[in-house]
């Protein structure tokens, strides 16, 4: 499968261009700076440039069959938002040339409102002091996927850490999960591809966490 990956070198896009590839599809990647890519810079096809200029994303969409979506988001009202603005240039450019499969990056606890299944200093202190700007990127994010009519998956991941990935996961649909406080990049990663590839989930937002 051709697939087009945003955010590929981030932590946890980096593992979706490495996952993509071990699985033999062929990836584009979008990135400022190639150098970042490290090893995989001679395995991929690299388009250089940003995401939220919507000439050059359409370059990398075109002729592709599925994209991965894995921004960074707005975490100080200066920042630009670049999960909702860049992912509404991925949509665009999908709807331009007809690629329909979806999968985006998202995160636990992004709904408005409190989050039952969210510890209470998170939902009291971390969310509202330092995570406004950074939910409030995601929530629009969101609400470009859904109004989409793309074939499209939401992956809600808990918080992220670094390390193997491990299994053993839930992934169910909803905004969280119960007493999933995290999450490895690389396990979120292997769910994204296998979402990508399965089908099964198309028009749903998914929590994932431990």
Same mark, same amino acid.
């Given at each position: 499968?051709?697939?087009?990956?945003?955010?590929?070198?981030?932590?946890?896009?980096?593992l979706l261009v490495e996952g993509a590839l071990e699985r033999g599809h062929s990836v584009t990647a979008l990135v400022?700076? /190639?150098?970042?890519?490290?090893?995989?810079? =001679?395995?991929? *096809? $690299?388009?250089?440039?940003?995401?939220?200029?919507?000439?050059? $994303? !359409?370059?990398? $969409?075109?002729?592709? &069959?599925?994209?991965?979506?894995?921004? =960074?988001?707005?975490?100080?009202?200066?920042? @630009?938002?670049?999960?909702?603005l860049g992912t509404l240039n991925v949509i665009r450019s999908m709807q331009r040339y007809g690629t329909r499969r979806l999968v985006a990056l998202s995160a636990g !606890?992004?709904? @408005?409102?409190?989050? /039952?299944?969210? /510890?209470?200093?998170?939902?009291?202190?971390?969310?509202?002091?330092?995570?406004?700007?950074?939910?409030?990127?995601?929530?629009?994010?969101?609400? !470009? $996927?859904?109004?989409?009519?793309?074939?499209?998956?939401?992956?809600?991941? %808990? *918080?992220?850490?670094?390390? @193997?990935?491990?299994?053993?996961?839930?992934?169910?649909? =909803?905004?969280?999960?119960?007493?999933?406080?995290?999450?490895? *990049? %690389?396990?979120? %990663?292997?769910?994204?591809?296998? &979402?990508? &590839?399965?089908?099964?989930?198309?028009?749903?937002?998914?929590?994932?966490?431990?």
């Amino acid at each position: 499968m051709k697939v087009a990956v945003f955010g590929a070198t981030g932590r946890t896009g980096r593992l979706l261009v490495e996952g993509a590839l071990e699985r033999g599809h062929s990836v584009t990647a979008l990135v400022r700076a /190639p150098d970042k890519l490290g090893a995989l810079l =001679g395995r991929v *096809r $690299v388009v250089r440039g940003d995401v939220l200029d919507g000439g050059v $994303v !359409s370059d990398v $969409v075109d002729g592709q &069959e599925a994209v991965l979506v894995a921004l =960074g988001v707005a975490i100080k009202k200066a920042d @630009p938002a670049i999960n909702s603005l860049g992912t509404l240039n991925v949509i665009r450019s999908m709807q331009r040339y007809g690629t329909r499969r979806l999968v985006a990056l998202s995160a636990g !606890s992004a709904q @408005p409102g409190k989050d /039952p299944n969210a /510890p209470w200093y998170f939902e009291r202190v971390v969310k509202p002091l330092f995570l406004k700007y950074a939910f409030a990127d995601l929530r629009r994010m969101e609400t !470009s $996927v859904r109004q989409s009519e793309l074939d499209w998956t939401l992956v809600r991941a %808990a *918080r992220l850490v670094d390390g @193997p990935a491990r299994g053993g996961y839930r992934a169910e649909p =909803g905004h969280s999960l119960p007493g999933g406080t995290k999450i490895a *990049r %690389a396990d979120v %990663a292997a769910f994204m591809i296998d &979402e990508l &590839e399965r089908h099964s989930n198309i028009g749903h937002a998914l929590a994932i966490a431990y």
